[in-house]
Nanobody
């Protein structure tokens, strides 16, 4: 009943930019934090950026100053603007919502740890 759908990945040259978007579908009543993770081949999934419901952000050290996370609470979307991309940014990027509230019929529900399917970002010349 709740689905996260990412878009915006692709192939870009070093120094280029990409913008990822994630939409949360369902009868959503409240989303707290929203986040982007990434997983490179042979590596563990890591947190890239997180944003709270009031807009407070935090970033993984290697992306600070290059990536910007933002959200639209009215549309239940979160975006990741990625600038000055490097080959080491190559990974599958995943949208994550740690917890949210939604309606199932007329009943309020709460759920935890929602993930999108991921979108590939490749930085290569």
């Amino acid at each position: 009943q709740v689905q996260l759908v990412e878009s915006g990945g692709g192939l870009v040259q070093p120094g280029g930019s990409l913008r990822l978007s994630c939409a949360v579908y369902g009868r959503i009543s409240l989303i707290d934090d929203m986040a982007w993770y990434r997983q490179a081949p042979g590596k563990q999934r890591e947190l890239v950026a997180r944003i709270t419901s009031n807009g407070t952000t935090n970033y993984e050290a290697s992306v600070k100053g290059r990536f910007t996370i933002s959200r639209d609470n009215a549309k239940n979307t979160v975006s990741l603007q990625m600038n000055a991309l490097k080959p080491e940014d190559t990974a599958v990027y995943y949208c994550n919502v740690p917890s949210l509230a939604y309606y199932s019929g007329t009943y309020p529900r709460a759920g935890n740890d929602y993930w999108g399917r991921g979108t590939q970002v490749t930085v290569s010349s």
